[in-house]
């Protein structure tokens, strides 16, 4: 892959899951940068953040305003994209929607960061249900930011060696 230059976060219907991830990576930062997006597989027409994921979010001091739901559409996966699926059922409907997408840059997030468990579904649940996703991918996206980090700084090192940018 190229430098990267957008994260696309990928669940179902892209209202829970996804935003937050997307609120927690910006909340943190990378050391470049790149565009950060949600987005759903199954949006019918766009629908705003999930109550209960804004509000562990606006509790964790993230918010989103005017946030709504998105399908993901073949336009949001550049040749510098790396998709993050939330779960692995997910990455195989990404794979089998756009043939074309080279499998290498479309990951599960917890697969990607060397965690063993998916991101759970907190949908239908309570506040604190939200609240443990809300955790579980606050400590993959941690991971995910020192790994992404790591690899800019590879790079940049290699590149001064060999004099490619």
């Not at 190229?2 to 669940?11: G, T, Y």
Request: glycine share 8%.
């Amino acid at each position: 892959m190229n430098k990267l230059d957008r994260i696309v976060f990928v669940a179902k219907t892209g209202t829970s899951r996804e935003p937050m991830a997307m609120g927690i990576l910006k909340d943190m930062g990378l050391d470049y940068p790149v565009e950060i997006l949600a987005r759903g597989l199954v949006v019918q027409f766009p629908e705003p953040l999930n109550r209960k994921a804004e509000a562990v979010l606006i509790g964790n001091g993230i918010t989103l305003e005017g946030f709504s739901s998105q399908q993901l559409v073949r336009e949001d996966i550049t040749e510098n994209t790396l998709v993050l699926a939330l779960e692995t059922i997910h990455r195989d409907k990404i794979l089998e929607l756009f043939p074309d997408v080279d499998e290498n840059q479309v990951w599960v997030l917890a697969k990607f960061v060397g965690e063993e468990l998916e991101v759970l579904d907190p949908y239908g649940g309570n506040l604190s249900n939200y609240g443990l996703c809300y955790e579980s991918l606050r400590t993959s996206i941690k991971k995910l930011v020192s790994i992404l980090n790591n690899q800019e700084e590879d790079e940049s090192d290699d590149s001064q060696e060999t004099g490619l940018y």
